[in-house]
């Protein structure tokens, strides 16, 4: 078994391998498991790592503590932004962080408690498969909160994986679907008792870990290609809304506990 990334009670994902599993856990429970920089770059550095290791068959994502997934990235960062550029610059962050997780060659399953929001959708949706507790929620509420938006291959990700109407449920609506709906339309392959998920992702992993690697790699990586090719040049609409005095007068309120006061400009 080998074990890194604890380094205390603070925000960490960290690694242990049993046997040929890999186990990823995000661990900010204090935020629910709320996406640090340093968190993602971890995700990011774990994921490479993964990606060469020809002893790993399948990689398991879970949060800490069994209450979140992920519920979205630390939104203290944002209020140092001074422009529309500084978003452009964290969703093309965002992007590298994901993509090799999303490319990797190697099946992968999420177990979400709880709930699994803005950056903890994205991981999820990144992964091959999710199991998820009952009553669990799914969404991008920045709609209602922020103020901000998604990068243009994030939103294709999503829609590929949940369907347009979905999506615009999750985005201009704000709603937060739960996996009881999403489970009927196959996003979710599984519901499951908590304390049954663990032993359910281990029995799915075994399923995987029993099949031809190269062959599951070529087909992840194929519709990955696909769902990459020709995306728009949205730079443009991401500046404008980062930039934005929504974007500004939103993360303010979040970040004072406040309802925000939408003017749209």
């Not at 803005?118 to 199991?131: E, W």
């Not at 070529?218 to 290609?225: D, F, P």
């Not at 609409?237 to 003017?263: C, H, Q, R």
Request: proline share 4%; net charge neutral; glycine share 8%.
């Amino acid at each position: 078994m080998l074990e890194h990334g604890k380094e205390g009670n603070v925000a960490q994902v960290t690694l242990e391998i049993r046997d040929n599993i890999a186990h990823i856990t995000f661990d900010h429970v204090a935020a629910r498991n709320a996406m640090t920089v340093s968190m993602y770059q971890s995700l990011k550095s774990i994921c490479e790592d993964l990606a060469t290791n020809p002893k790993i068959r399948v990689a398991i994502f879970r949060g800490a503590g069994g209450k979140s997934f992920v519920s979205g990235s630390d939104i203290a960062q944002f209020a140092s932004f001074k422009s529309g550029e500084d978003g452009v610059r964290y969703e093309e962050g965002i992007d590298s962080y994901l993509a090799p997780l999303a490319t990797l060659p190697i099946p992968t399953i999420a177990v979400i408690d709880g709930m699994a929001v803005g950056g903890g959708l994205a991981i999820a949706s990144c992964c091959d498969f999710r199991l998820s507790s009952p009553g669990a929620k799914f969404g991008v509420p920045i709609a209602k909160t922020l103020g901000n938006c998604l990068s243009a291959g994030n939103v294709a990700w999503l829609v590929a994986h949940l369907g347009i109407n979905i999506v615009k449920r999750m985005l201009l609506l704000a709603e937060m679907i739960s996996a009881e709906e999403l489970a009927k339309q196959g996003y979710v392959f599984a519901i499951h008792n908590q304390d049954q998920l663990s032993q359910e992702a281990e029995n799915l992993a075994e399923r995987l870990s029993k099949l031809a690697p190269i062959t599951q790699k070529s087909t992840k990586l194929v519709l990955a290609r696909l769902i990459k090719n020709n995306l728009p040049d949205c730079r443009d609409l991401i500046s404008e809304t980062y930039g934005s005095a929504d974007f500004k007068n939103g993360v303010a309120a979040f970040l004072n506990g406040e309802p925000p006061v939408w003017i749209g400009k």
